[in-house]
């Protein structure tokens, strides 16, 4: 038998807030209540990767196979960029990662992978062939 974190999180997540809620600052689980803010971050900016690439593989899509082009992949495509604005507006924290080229591009690397093993498309850009602007506005659809 382990901890009550690593045994039933959720009856030590309601143990740790009544201790904070009781300003029972030494019997607080420092470590993990850190590990778990941190993870909120991570949780968020994964979503965030995952949202872009879904978004910039439809678009991949949208490009290369015209002529399969449904209304599900720009119902797809547009609710990925309302989510995109939605997750920035609710933490602007995550604007940073959008301006970050290096993240971006591991988003699209996501993007390709994805793309490719649902299409078989054997040219496709190895570098995303649109700025972050481009995907993210709401008008833009690749021809």
């Known amino acids: 038998m382990g901890t009550l974190y690593e045994d039933d999180i ?14 029972r600052w030494e019997l607080l689980d420092h470590e993990n209540i850190a590990g778990e803010i941190e993870d ?6 994964r979503e965030l990767q995952s949202r872009l690439s879904v978004l910039t593989s439809h678009l991949l899509k949208w490009k290369f196979q015209p002529i399969r082009r449904t209304r599900s992949w720009k119902n797809t495509i547009r609710e990925q960029r309302t989510a995109i604005r939605q997750d920035i507006k609710k933490t602007p924290g995550l604007k940073l990662l959008i301006s970050n080229p290096n993240w971006v591009a591991g988003a ?3 993007a390709l992978i994805d793309t490719y093993a649902e299409t078989s ?4 850009p190895d570098e995303s062939p649109w700025t972050i602007t481009e995907i993210l506005t709401e008008e833009f659809f690749p021809e």
């Open 10 to 23: 959720i009856a030590w997540s309601e143990q740790q807030a009544a201790l904070l809620r009781a300003g």
């Open 108 to 110: 699209y690397r996501r």
């Open 40 to 45: 909120v971050g991570k949780s968020e900016k």
């Open 121 to 124: 498309l054997p040219a496709l």
